[in-house]
């Protein structure tokens, strides 16, 4: 492992996680490391790992100094291994998941603004069935923080044709941005702080 490798700073930590994220499960150290290496070997182009957003992150390192940061990152808590039969699987941890959900939830809001600004209208929201929930109902805060009108008809789309549970939050979510009662973000600010200490990761003592 790799406890004696230098502190990863916040952007490659973040990197790594998103790198992660598609393969927890289903994939074990070296595939991680070829994604951020952006490798072209067959497993990887045939899993269409290259559309990470983070492929190629780490494209001028060696594969086996990728592998020592992927191992300071299981070190230092925000990511494990789970065997599928012998086979060792990337997932991630408490912590890594926090830093991830939220992350994630930041990337699928950008992506509406990225819609938009390109005036995408009435855009098929399928992709959001079946994601972690815990990830959506955080994409659904993060939006009614905005204060923003602008995501109400995509929100509307959306609420088309999801689950009741998330429709209902959905509904929530689009008469808090049409209210004109001011935005709590103290949820938000708590959020925050909980994120930028789980990123500090295992404190010395609990190595």
């Given at each position: 492992?790799?406890?004696?490798?230098?502190?990863?700073?916040?952007?490659?930590?973040?990197?790594?996680?998103?790198?992660?994220?598609?393969?927890?499960?289903?994939?074990?150290?070296?595939?991680?490391a070829k994604i951020l290496k952006g490798s072209r070997e067959?497993?990887?182009?045939?899993?269409?790992?290259?559309?990470?957003?983070?492929?190629?992150?780490?494209?001028?390192?060696?594969?086996?100094?990728?592998?020592?940061?992927?191992?300071?990152?299981?070190?230092?808590?925000?990511?494990?291994?789970?065997?599928?039969?012998?086979?060792?699987?990337?997932?991630?941890?408490?912590?890594?998941?926090?830093?991830?959900?939220?992350?994630?939830?930041?990337e699928l809001l950008q992506e509406w603004d990225d819609w938009?600004?390109?005036?995408?209208?009435?855009?098929?929201?399928?992709?959001?069935?079946?994601?972690?929930?815990?990830?959506?109902?955080?994409?659904?805060?993060?939006?009614?923080?905005?204060?923003?009108?602008?995501?109400?008809?995509?929100?509307?789309?959306?609420?088309?044709?999801?689950?009741?549970?998330?429709?209902?939050?959905?509904?929530?979510?689009v008469q808090a941005l049409k209210s004109d009662e001011p935005?709590?973000?103290?949820?938000?600010?708590?959020?925050?702080?909980?994120?930028?200490?789980?990123?500090?990761?295992?404190?010395?003592?609990?190595?």
């Open positions: 492992m790799a406890l004696e490798t230098k502190r990863l700073p916040e952007a490659d930590i973040r990197a790594i996680l998103r790198a992660a994220d598609e393969l927890i499960a289903v994939g074990g150290r070296t595939l991680l067959k497993k990887v182009l045939q899993l269409e790992l290259d559309d990470c957003p983070v492929y190629g992150y780490f494209k001028g390192v060696k594969l086996d100094d990728v592998v020592e940061k992927i191992d300071w990152m299981l070190d230092y808590g925000f990511l494990d291994i789970e065997y599928s039969g012998k086979l060792p699987m990337i997932i991630f941890t408490e912590r890594g998941w926090e830093i991830e959900r939220d992350q994630m939830a930041d938009l600004e390109a005036e995408k209208r009435s855009p098929d929201m399928h992709y959001l069935k079946d994601r972690n929930r815990g990830m959506i109902l955080l994409l659904l805060d993060k939006v009614k923080e905005t204060d923003n009108e602008k995501y109400i008809p995509y929100l509307k789309e959306w609420k088309k044709m999801d689950y009741k549970k998330v429709r209902a939050v959905i509904r929530e979510t935005v709590d973000l103290n949820a938000a600010r708590g959020r925050n702080a909980s994120v930028q200490k789980a990123l500090r990761g295992f404190e010395p003592q609990d190595l």
